[in-house]
């Protein structure tokens, strides 16, 4: 998940169905009381307890972000705070438990009556739907929303941007093309999901996956009516079956939106959201600085992106008891990096990529994130240390020493045929204050090796068919990318199969940043969809990592932590695992204004 962009950040989950690869651990608090706060507001409390508990409803709440959403389509969405967002206006069969700590990370029955029934062979998934489920235009959702909202997936040349595992394990031989260029009178025409009525929908896999109901809880499992797809314009107003529907004509690029109450929701169908605030507003903003400043003044409630507040006023928070007693540092799951692009001269060469690696500052990558407390421990891998198989003391690169290796740098340059070094562009979000600084620390630990590198900024919110681009990254030299990711679904898969597996490299869209085409890597990835075994999955997801490392493909900077501040008319806020930053569909104001 880009971050998720994306991607969740997720620690273990056991579903009782036999097949789920569980991880270990969860976030890691700072706070040392040693229990709950009772509800109350403290330091790091909304890492495991519910902060200011209540159910009154009204009011309006408040988030800013200096990001704009990627895309509000839930088929093409991948930033992790779009994908919070999307509980608000978006069901799907099943979805993530609202509650902190692990019992978040277990998936219930949404859209559906129950968990699915499933086959002998782990083959055949079959869920019956609620009833009195609706749009929000009134009318019904049924199986058949639910099976072409799923297709949307396959036209990822229409509506690219957002994940694209199903077709993996609906359609491993590419038959199906989406709903757009689909033959069936109907536009239904996916055969391995079938909707024998308007209240069943069964799934038929090629071959069982562990990790098939994480799938399905990602909004691109989402329903929507056929009638009102509009294609790559659906992201300007897409239907919603949550507790709130986007104002008509509020969606505006760059500046935000504003969520109000669906009528046609029903608490009755819904298991999961509370729906508190009368009214929610997004804003995109330019200023950091200035949205730090308002949430200090409450005038805002909270960052919706969650990567941490600005400098001054982390240690403004940090020193002021009463306003860290609002403030929460989770490992988010998230790991920062940059991608080393295979397809770009001279980082085709694994000893030039071994260069970069070695030639970098980690203590100086770490400071540019916010040091040690805000931006998180140094990374020396490509699995955060909160999903099974990873290895913190796995540091093939001797980064945990925290300096530059020049002599190892010089010795790769030698290896890669450019002794005196080379030149190369970083591309990085311009929206992103930390990546940038990520990147001149980058550029300035490089430059005694004699790697030259320039560093272009580019919108943020055009990633997908910038970094995301291949053929875009080819065309600019963009030998180097920073960027973060955060576990798509608790697994060792959901995490670092859009990074490094070769079938998970669109025109657009693409989070391969390496084009990494490695066989072996790829095997293994379908080697621990069948494994059943947590801990052999584990295994085997730590051989990929190895893997990744050893191609040199990543730079990792750190295991990112974010201090964030909530305003403390927050009522109902913790930080839900499954996404590494407080659930908004929980969230009200005490004030009710």
Known sequence: MSRKTRAIAAAGVALALGLTTAACGGSKSDNKSGGSNGGKSAYNAAITDVVNPSTAKGGTLNLWSAQDADFWDPARAYYAFVWDLNRLYTRKLVDYAASPGKSGLELQPDLAQALPEISADKLTYTFKLRSGIKFDDGSPITSKDIKYGIERVWASDVISGG??????????????????????PNKLGLKS??????????????????????????????????KRDTGAQYTTSPAASGPY?????????????????????????????????????????????????RLEAGTIDLDAQQTGVQAAARTK??????????????TTGFLRYAGLATSVAPLDNIECRKAVIYAADPTSLQAARGGPIAGGDIGTSMLPPNIAGSDTKYDPFNRLQGKPQLEEAKKALAACGKPTGFDVTIAVRNNKPAEVKSAEAL?????????????????GAQQASITGSPDNVKAKGYGIMIAGWGADYPTGAGYMQPLADSRFIPENGNYNLSEIKNPAIDALFDQAQLETDPAKAAEIYNQINHKIMEGAYYLPFV?????????PRLTNAYIHQAFGMIDFQALGVSDGK
């Not at 994940?163 to 069936?184: A, F, N, R, S």
């Not at 550029?443 to 919108?459: F, H, S, V, W």
């Not at 295991?559 to 305003?567: C, G, I």
């Open 559 to 567: 295991v990112d932590k974010a201090l964030n501040y909530r305003n």
């Open 193 to 226: 999901v079938t909707t024998p009525d308007d209240s069943t929908i069964t799934f038929k896999l090629e071959k069982p996956s562990s990790d098939f109901l994480y799938l399905l809880a990602m909004p691109g499992s989402g329903p929507v009516p056929q």
């Open 443 to 459: 550029q300035a630990a490089l430059k005694p090796a004699g790697i030259n590198a320039k560093i272009e900024q580019y919108d």
């Open 317 to 330: 928070i940090l020193q002021d008891p009463n306003l860290k007693a609002n403030a929460d540092t989770p």
């Open 245 to 293: 529907m986007f104002k008509p004509g509020s969606i505006q690029p760059g500046k935000g939106a504003t969520f109000v109450r669906n009528p046609n929701w029903d608490q009755a169908t819904d298991p999961i959201r509370k729906a508190l605030p009368d009214q929610i507003n997004f804003t995109v903003t330019t200023n950091a600085e200035d949205m730090d400043s």
């Open 163 to 184: 994940p694209v595992y199903l077709p993996t394990l609906l359609d491993p031989k590419g038959e199906y093309k989406g709903p757009y260029k689909d033959t069936d």
